[in-house]
């Protein structure tokens, strides 16, 4: 900056400006000053000196155009991270620069933390959030200090300090009406967020729970009538069609509709790579079956989104619009049944169990639960599903994946189960299995049950040692209700065989909370 700019930005900070307008003054005297000033002096860095606010940090992968936005950074990491700042008046998102990522990264900057002296200088975005006035202005967080925000440092606004603002319904520069969260990154043509510390949970308000909309639900009925109670095509047909490589009906994208219950349901898979261009690159697996066989549905992409959390273990779903490819790497060789948002577009539906004729109802999951006395005859690598009462939960630990890229953050946390069988607790390391909503409740007292585990014994070792991690699979459903927890406490205290039956049960009937 220039003697003269700095005797421009010297004179407007001295300004004291209206602060009735939906615009924020900080950002007046930042930001506008920025635009102001002629194309080679609006390169160069502006200084915001008065005291900021973090809203919200969110993360996600660069790619193949990321390094545009940051000509003359290192980018030595995949992360990515916009900050979605507040004076108290308004909001600003920022993209900050990498070579600021430690500060993520070593939990220093955070939601709630107090940034002080912040150097701003805009930037070109590869795409912009849906808000008033975001059309140009799009900026990158150069330096900045951060504080801890001691009572004392922080102005007030009328007797209200900036920081007890309710932040969320602050509009966005720039617009008069609060619009939510920041909903694409700034930096890269993602469609998501990632979670700030592993890549197996969902991140955002995108990922939909809700079921259908009434509007869904009566189009789907439209367009299927009564055949939706009766599927067009078995798994086995789809079998010996695709693998006798005559295809007939497999042949393209299959409209046959096929009615199957899920009976295993993977975690998120995200495969998002710097050097490669896809905006939402997720994936998850479900093992379904009918009465004729099981095979593999993978959901691809933006499916993932619309429907990853809809879907439970138990559900009975109808499928149209699907490819048969040959799964990757089995022996013998497998289909595995492609869902994708394009080409074709699928219609997936979730039936209630009435609406499938007896005959056509596909069986239901089976578990093996064993109790703690039992794991003990139990071999390496054995698949088991548990149930017991939590008496510790360790706090999360991050450590790096093994997948040769290690790159990727994996997190984990130690649980310890009791289930009175023996004087043998049950470990468990379990790591996301994105259900993050479900981890949240993971309290002493609670009730849980995880499926689909697999036991790990040290081949060294001869004593009784043994816990439990995760398979592709694993679920973990948690009690949330004090009484039920006190119930059921009793029941794995001295009846574990009985609790084991009624929490299957639950599980199908929903009564425990996912």
């Not at 002296?117 to 967080?141: I, K, V």
Request: charged letters at 25%.
């Amino acid at each position: 900056m220039t003697t003269r700019d700095q005797r421009l930005y010297d004179a407007a900070t001295r300004i004291i400006p209206d602060r009735t307008g939906p615009d924020s003054p900080v950002w007046k005297r930042t930001v506008v000053l920025s635009h102001d000033r002629t194309p080679v002096q609006a390169s160069s860095p502006v200084v915001c000196r008065e005291l900021l606010f973090v809203v919200d940090v969110q993360r996600y992968s660069r790619d193949q155009g990321s390094s545009v936005y940051f000509p003359q950074a290192v980018l030595s990491g995949d992360d990515l991270y916009d900050i979605t700042l507040t004076d108290g008046d308004c909001r600003l998102a920022v993209t900050l620069d990498p070579g600021l990522n430690w500060l993520v990264e070593r939990n220093i900057l955070q939601p709630g933390s107090v940034l002080r002296n912040s150097t701003f200088t805009p930037a070109m975005a590869a795409q912009l959030p849906q808000c008033s006035g975001a059309e140009t202005d799009s900026y990158r967080l150069l330096s900045v200090e951060v504080t801890d925000g001691a009572p004392g440092e922080e102005e007030e606004q009328d007797g209200v300090r900036r920081s007890d603002v309710d932040r969320d319904s602050l509009p966005w520069f720039g617009s008069s009406e609060p619009s939510g969260p920041l909903m694409v990154p700034l930096r890269a043509n993602r469609s998501v967020f990632l979670p700030l510390w592993n890549n197996v949970d969902y991140s955002g308000e995108v990922w939909r729970e809700a079921a259908p909309t009434e509007e869904e639900e009566e189009d789907e009925e439209e367009e299927e009538g009564d055949e939706a109670r009766r599927p067009a095509v078995t798994v086995s047909e789809l079998r010996q069609s695709f693998l006798s490589g005559r295809r007939g009906v497999t042949k393209g994208a299959v409209q046959h509709q096929l009615i199957v219950r899920i009976i295993n349901k993977s975690h998120l898979m995200y495969y998002g790579r710097t050097d490669r261009n896809c905006d939402c690159p997720y994936k998850a697996v479900l093992e379904v079956c009918d009465r004729t066989g099981s095979v593999c549905v993978v959901l691809w992409n933006s499916v993932c989104v619309s429907w990853y959390r809809r879907l439970k273990p138990g559900d009975i779903i109808s499928l149209r619009s699907y490819r048969v490819k040959q799964q990757y790497q089995t022996e013998p060789e497998d289909i595995e049944i492609s869902v994708n948002s394009r080409n074709p577009t699928a219609r997936l539906s979730v039936l209630p169990e009435s609406s499938v004729s007896p005959e056509y109802q596909p069986p239901a999951p089976t578990y093996s639960f064993y109790h703690s006395k039992e794991l003990l005859d139990r071999p390496h690598g054995a698949v088991c599903d548990v149930i017991g009462l939590l008496t510790f939960s360790g706090r999360p630990e991050r450590i790096r994946s093994k997948d040769g890229r290690g790159a990727e953050l994996l997190e984990y946390r130690w649980l310890r189960l009791e289930d009175g069988a023996s004087s043998q607790p049950i470990m468990v390391k379990l790591f996301s299995t994105s259900q993050p909503e479900s981890h949240r409740r993971l309290h002493p007292l609670s009730v849980v049950v995880c499926s689909r585990l697999k036991l790990i014994k040290a081949a060294d070792r001869t004593d009784v040692s043994f816990y439990l991690t995760n398979t592709t699979y694993t679920q973990v459903y948690c009690t949330g209700n004090t009484s039920h927890t006190r119930r059921c406490t009793a029941q794995v205290t001295h009846h574990t065989h009985r609790c084991t039956a009624q929490v299957t049960h639950h599980t199908h009937t929903g009564v425990l909370h996912r």
